[in-house]
């Protein structure tokens, strides 16, 4: 090999990694813009933990001493839960 092949390789080479930064660039961008809502949700999440957390612990309390009263809790939540997503849809 000689000093104008390892010129073009050495070219083609840093090419080849100037391209690959350019690509992970543009992926990290798209990953950023894409996970955008999932940390919302996070952080939604996160500012009200100590609310969440006590009224997990009182389900579990209730839980613990009567479990057919947190199911059909859970199931009414639920039940609502759907009925305001379909309010929403249907107001759009």
Do not use: C
């Amino acid at each position: 090999m000689n000093r104008t092949e390892r010129r073009a390789r050495k070219a083609e080479l840093e090419h080849a990694i100037e391209q690959q930064r350019i690509d992970l660039l543009v992926a990290a961008s798209r990953w950023r813009s894409e996970s955008r809502s999932i940390d919302r949700g996070w952080k939604f999440l996160m500012r009200y933990k100590v609310p969440l957390m006590a009224v997990g612990g009182v389900l579990l309390y209730r839980g613990a001493r009567r479990p057919g009263g947190v199911s059909r809790l859970a199931g009414r939540l639920a039940t609502g839960a759907l009925l305001v997503k379909r309010a929403r849809v249907l107001l759009r």
